[in-house]
């Protein structure tokens, strides 16, 4: 996902700056840029492709200027170009901008703004907010910024320097993380912490709504117009735990970024007040015309769209079965022009993947790739894709990438069930409005990882898990036994509660764990009978259930209670804490989680 780095200072900027970038390199990008200030004239680079083309590009210009914002861009809105790199420009070409997030509204404005005169030269969302400063920047860059700010919505971070008062770089942020260093005589802002480390290990943290105004010598935070004092933080990581972000795993650190992950793949994507979603990518007559569905994933991804066979079906009526793509890869399925193909797949290189959709893409009506990495063979190979904007995941085990495949699922379905004229505005909207909350849910489940990191710790010794879900929470079941056995090899296997009778139960005895996903709902006491079988056996009961639910404790020996929401939303929730209790037993372990042995991150052969 994109990155941004700002300095202010006496020393050369564009070294600071491209250090800076060079850090922030992991979270994936495909063009980079920068802006300087060299006495009153603005200087601006841009690059497309990696952040070594911007490099060589600058290789025989002495730059000397001591102010400089840089960026490097994951394209949202406009392909990766030079001239959708940022930094933007107004029309006067001395205001100059980075951003992170989408501006949501930005259509509207850029059609006011045409009106008005101006003059766009890329086709992002991003532009526009130089344009709305220029409007105003005879009252000062601060007033100027803080009037464009009331104009938009959406998700934000923004830097912006004014090469008419190159002593302040100004920055504002809102849903996209911003983080400032101080140094002496010497500021950054910055997307994250490594790109400043090495100068200063001292950083203050903005909050939403924040707007800062940076100074070689100090800094001011207001909100929302009011000056405000924002703690600083004394960062003890080196540069290697920076990486992490302080986190000892890049595991622990990607489930930490699922809500942030789940936001960035919904933004941009709807418009509550017409109750409309959006998929820019997606050819909505085409999909229309379809009559039923096939879905093909491996692995985590095979979970996502298990979860979504459930979703869609309930909400479209339209007829949707699921594939494992090594087994439809030498199948003959019954595939029309009337049926819809979609492939999920994170890396959007898994061989079996590709080579099921080979089997029957002349067949399918229409195929949509749901993939994480962009440009990959899967992103490239069907009629539209629709990335998830999880950010690179470094750790082989998928789990913020699930979450943001969910995200981009739950949308579709949602979408598809209004083509179909099954989903009325009203329904849309109260759905849309359940989506909006799932982030700061999830981070309310990841607040209380300390206690699933006890109950991780209490059964890591054991040598077998079962997993039980019923209806929309048996692929989380699953998700959660694969998770178990890949970073702690413990064996454990995910089935339908009801199903525990025909088989599974022969298992239970006082060693196995059980872990239950248990919704407060109509099935509620279906699960409740499961549990009590196992009692009755001795069996070992984790539950997961709803925060309000009083009584499950009766029946578990231990609870994980996440928050209330509607059960058809429930997926979205219950996957997080088994990821933590996956990571905390193959922790206690003493595993190796972020490579556990014999797997890939991407898995490019049969
Ligand atoms: O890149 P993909 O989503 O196509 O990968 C599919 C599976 O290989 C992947 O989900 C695998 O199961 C992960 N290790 C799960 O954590």
Redesign the pocket.
């Known amino acids: 996902m994109c990155g941004i780095i700002g300095y202010i200072g006496r020393e050369n900027a564009a070294e600071r700056v491209i250090y800076g970038l060079k850090k922030l390199e992991y979270r994936g990008y495909d063009s980079s840029g920068i802006s300087l200030v060299e006495g009153s004239k603005l200087l601006r680079y841009r690059a497309k492709g990696r952040l070594e083309n911007l490099v060589s590009a600058l290789k025989n210009i002495r730059l000397h200027g001591t102010t400089a914002i840089g960026h490097t861009r994951w394209a949202t809105h406009g392909k990766p170009s030079d001239e959708n790199a940022h930094p933007h420009t107004d029309c006067t070409g001395k205001i100059t901008i980075i951003h992170n997030g989408i501006i949501e509204n930005y259509y509207e404005i850029k059609q006011m703004l045409l009106k008005r005169g101006h003059k766009f030269t890329s086709e992002t969302d991003s532009e526009i907010f130089a344009h709305l400063i220029e409007e105003n920047i005879g009252k000062g860059v601060e007033k100027a910024v803080q009037a464009a700010l009331k104009k938009i919505r959406g998700m934000y971070a923004m830097v912006i320097l004014h090469a008419g008062e190159p002593d302040k770089i100004v920055a504002a942020r809102k849903g996209s993380p911003l983080v400032l260093g101080i140094g002496k005589n010497e500021n950054f802002i910055a997307s994250d912490v490594p790109s400043f480390l090495k100068y200063t290990k001292k950083a203050v943290f903005l909050e939403d709504d924040d707007m800062a105004v940076i100074t070689k010598q100090g800094y001011t935070v207001l909100n929302n117009g009011k000056k405000v004092s924002r703690k600083i933080t004394h960062i003890k990581w080196n540069d290697s735990q920076a990486e992490k972000n302080g986190y000892p795993h890049y595991m622990l650190k990607e489930i930490g970024e699922e809500p942030q992950a789940f936001e960035d793949t919904i933004i941009g994507r709807f418009d509550s007040d017409r109750a409309k979603i959006l998929f820019e990518t997606v050819n909505d007559a085409r999909l229309r015309k379809m009559k039923n569905v096939r879905i093909i ?8 769209a298990y979860t979504t066979k459930y979703l869609m079906e309930k909400y479209s009526g339209l007829n949707v079965s699921v594939d494992i ?1 090594s087994e439809i890869r030498y199948a003959a399925p019954a595939v029309t022009k009337d049926t819809l193909i979609i492939i ?7 061989i ?2 590709i080579a099921a959709f080979n089997n029957i893409k002349k067949r399918a009506g229409y195929s949509i790739a749901v ?3 962009v440009g990959s063979t ?1 992103s490239r190979e069907l009629d539209s894709v629709i990335y998830t904007h999880a950010g690179p995941e470094i ?5 913020k ?2 979450i943001s ?1 969910l995200a981009v699922l739950y949308l579709l379905s949602f979408h598809i069930a209004s083509l179909k004229g099954r989903m009325s505005r009203k329904k849309i909207r109260s759905a849309l409005k359940s989506l909006r909350k799932i982030p700061g849910y999830i981070k309310e489940i990841i607040k209380e990882r300390k206690k699933i990191e006890k109950i991780g710790a209490k059964y890591s010794r054991h040598r077998d898990f079962l997993y039980y879900g019923r209806n929309i929470n048996y692929p989380i079941a699953l998700e959660g036994a ?2 178990l056995k ?2 702690s090899y413990i064996h454990a296997e995910g089935y339908p509660a009801g199903e525990m009778k025909h088989g599974p139960i022969a298992l239970v005895d006082d060693k196995v764990p059980n872990v239950f996903i248990a919704p407060v709902n109509a099935l509620y006491e279906k699960i409740i009978n499961n549990i009590e079988e196992i009692r009755a056996r001795d069996g070992i009961i984790i539950a997961v259930t709803n925060r309000s639910n009083k009584t499950m404790k009766n029946y578990a020996d231990d609870v994980i209670y996440i928050p209330d929401i509607d059960e058809d939303f429930y997926p979205l929730l219950a996957a997080v804490p088994l990821h933590l209790l996956a990571y905390y037993i193959g922790v206690k372990k003493g595993i190796d989680v972020d490579k ?1 042995r014999n ?5 490019t052969v049969e």
Do not use: R
């Not at 994933?297 to 996502?304: D, I």
């Not at 750790?395 to 789990?399: D, F, L």
């Open positions: 994933a491996c692995g985590t991804s095979y979970h996502a793509g999920i797949s994170q890396s959007g290189e898994t079996d993947t993939v994480n990495v899967l750790g082989v085990a998928a789990t990438t699930f495949q694969l998770k890949e970073i556990p797997l890939a991150k991407s898995v």
